[in-house]
Every structure is written in structure tokens, then in C-alpha cells.
């Protein structure tokens, strides 16, 4: 990018996936299975395609709907008395194709099919 880019008019992807993983610090026990459950309610709300695994959540969609819901997610749980949130958050975007995360596991599942035989 050249420095007399004006980014103002630089836009952001049309869509990304992002992975992840809100951490409360300073809740009242070391569970946080109270706030990944708010969370996923937020996340059900939003219309977004999302997933929670073990160690987060992925969710995709366009690139300021995701940023917006992940910020929304921070606002609710400060709301709710979580004073600080540290958060892990890995974006992929991709030109060249559309391909959720489904779709990617579906790919490593054929090929892992294969190892059956």
C-alpha cells in the first residue's frame, strides 16, 4: 500500500471466518461456562453462522458484522459485571473462493476418509 492510499476509501473483505475465545478474568469461580452460554445466546441472536467448540467459537459472515458481534460480545459480558475480557481472536479471509467453515472440515474429513480402507 503506498502511503498516498487514502483509507478512508480502503474497505474492508467482504467476508471473513473468524476463531474466538473470549477469557472474563476476575469471575467469582474458574468456571466460565455462564459466560460462553451468554455468549452463544448473542451469537444465536445475531443470524451469523457460528460453531463453539472446546477452546472458542467460530463464526463467519461479512468482515464488520463478525468484528461487530465479537465487540457485542465484549459490551454484554461487561454489562453483566465481567470487569476485564482478554481475547484471542485468528481472521481468515480468502479472494480467491467462498468456503465456510464447514466446508473446510468437510475437505480434511474426505480426505481423512480415505485412511479408513
Known amino acids: ?55 472458542g467459537t467460530t463464526v463467519e459472515g461479512p468482515w464488520d458484522d463478525v468484528m461487530k458481534v465479537i465487540g457485542q460480545c465484549h459490551a454484554m459480558l461487561h454489562q ?13 479471509t480468502r479472494t480467491d473462493k467462498k468456503q465456510g467453515f464447514k466446508d473446510k472440515v468437510e475437505a480434511v474429513e474426505r480426505l481423512l476418509k480415505g485412511d479408513e480402507a
Open 1 to 55: 500500500m503506498s502511503s498516498s492510499t487514502d483509507l478512508s476509501t480502503l474497505q474492508t473483505p467482504p467476508a471473513c471466518t473468524a476463531d474466538f475465545c473470549l477469557i472474563p478474568l476476575g469471575t467469582p469461580t474458574a468456571s466460565v461456562s455462564k459466560e460462553v452460554a451468554e455468549v452463544q445466546r448473542l451469537l444465536k441472536k445475531s443470524g451469523l453462522n457460528y460453531s463453539m467448540h472446546s477452546a
Open 80 to 92: 453483566n459485571g465481567v470487569v476485564r475480557i482478554q481475547s484471542d481472536i485468528r481472521v481468515g
